[in-house]
Every structure is written in structure tokens, then in C-alpha cells.
């Protein structure tokens, strides 16, 4: 199985803010590394798929990149609705994992 | 638009087994590339994938959990059944079902709002 390693595993920002989380993996992905957001109480939802593509409706202050074993998700400036879980996941082979989650605090 | 519900019981007892129902809607898993998946997520924890049915009835499975899990799909129906023998307080955890993308793009695009499953005695 391939391990998904998150960091920080929290970070606590003011509104306007960047925020910065990495997603490390056991193995190269070629490129198949999701990032969802979850809210309390909610189902995740898919904001990055393929690295850095955007999901359709996702603001653009949302922004994925890397190669290989690692991965960054980056908010340029955070808003309010920002603060939440996120997680990376790989979808390079089944059975697909999850990183343990970033949470998104406000400071 | 794409919906998908889970459904089952929310209460179970050591050793029973577990059958949870995701009806969805929007697509058909006799297209191709379309995929419905489960994952769980225990009480303030990450998530754990479990399994995967695809449009050519593939299936994938959890590592650790795979002699476990049985994982059916009802194309006319719209539904995939999840299965989860000799269930475990641990195993007490929000069921999600969501649709998997596997053609062109590979991710998770569409999720169940998630079943909460408590096992006790």
C-alpha cells in the first residue's frame, strides 16, 4: 500500500493569510493526488484532482502542485469558509489511501 | 446532477453483520469509467478507503480489511451493497459511498452525505 504522510497536521491562520500544506508519499504518483476539503459534519468534497487541476466551482485561491512523492495545496489568501480539514489522497493504485488530515485553524 | 445516499442500520452488536445500501443517481454504473466507492471515517479520525465496484465489475479492496468486505452493484436498481462481516466496536465510524472516477481523471468527485454506524453491545 502506498503511506500518505500530511504536514502540519494542524495550522492556525488569520483571514488573508497563505497557507501551505504537504502531502509526502511512499512512491511516486505520477501525478494522481487529490486534496478534499471537509467541514464538520460534512462529507468531503474534491478541490484539486490530478495535482492541480481545479474542481469546477472551487475558487481559484486554491492551488495544487507537485511531482513525484510530493505535493502541496496552497490558499493564497484564506477566507472564513476556509477553516477545515483537508485531506491528500492517491489515486496511483488501488487500494487508494488518505494522508491523516490538516486542520485549518483560526488564529 | 449527481446524488448518492447511504442507508442501513445505525446501530449493531459485536460479531453482526453490517449491510449498508448506496442508492445514487445522475449516472449509471454501466458507463464507463464510473466507479462507486466506500470509505469510512471513525469519530474524529482521518479516512480509510474500504472497497471499489466499477462499470466492468471490477473490484478492489482494502488491504487489511478485504476477507471482511463484499461489495455488490445493482445497475438496473442504481445501488451498490456494502457488506462488513464480524463487526467490531473500532468498526464504529460515518460510512460514506462517493463516485470514482477512472477514465482520463482518477478521484472521488461526488459524495453519499455518510451513515453514522455504532457497534455495541
Known amino acids: 500500500d502506498i503511506q500518505m504522510t500530511q504536514s502540519p497536521s494542524s495550522v492556525s491562520a488569520s483571514v488573508g493569510d497563505r497557507v501551505t500544506i504537504t502531502c509526502r508519499a511512499s512512491?511516486?504518483?505520477?501525478?494522481?493526488l487529490s486534496w478534499y476539503q471537509q467541514k464538520p459534519g460534512k462529507a468531503p468534497k474534491v478541490l484539486i484532482h490530478?495535482?492541480?487541476i481545479l474542481e469546477s466551482g472551487v475558487p481559484s485561491r486554491f492551488s495544487g502542485s507537485g511531482s513525484g512523492t510530493d505535493f502541496t495545496l496552497t490558499i493564497s489568501s484564506v477566507q472564513p469558509e476556509d477553516f477545515a480539514v483537508y485531506y491528500c489522497?492517491?489515486?496511483?493504485?488501488?487500494?487508494?489511501?488518505f494522508g491523516g488530515g490538516t486542520k485549518v485553524e483560526i488564529k | 446532477q449527481v446524488t448518492l445516499r447511504e442507508s442501513g442500520p445505525a446501530l449493531l452488536k459485536p460479531t453482526e453483520t453490517l449491510t449498508l445500501t448506496c442508492t445514487f443517481s445522475g449516472f449509471s454504473l454501466s458507463t464507463v469509467g464510473m466507479c462507486v466507492s466506500w470509505i469510512r471515517q471513525p469519530p474524529g479520525k482521518t479516512l480509510e478507503w474500504l472497497v471499489v465496484?466499477?462499470?466492468?465489475?471490477?473490484?478492489y479492496y482494502s488491504t487489511s480489511l478485504r476477507t471482511r468486505l463484499t461489495i455488490s452493484k445493482d445497475t438496473s436498481k442504481d445501488q451498490v451493497v456494502l457488506t462488513m462481516t464480524n463487526m467490531d466496536p473500532v468498526d464504529t465510524a460515518t460510512y460514506y459511498c462517493?463516485?470514482?472516477?477512472?477514465?482520463?481523471?482518477?478521484?472521488?468527485?461526488?459524495w453519499g452525505q455518510g451513515a453514522l454506524v455504532t457497534v455495541s453491545s
Open positions: 512512491q511516486d504518483l505520477n501525478g494522481w
Open positions: 462517493a463516485r470514482y472516477l477512472r477514465q482520463n481523471n482518477y478521484y472521488l468527485d461526488s
Open positions: 465496484v466499477c462499470w466492468d465489475n471490477a473490484k
Open positions: 490530478s495535482t492541480a
Open positions: 489522497q492517491q489515486a496511483k493504485s488501488f487500494p487508494l489511501t
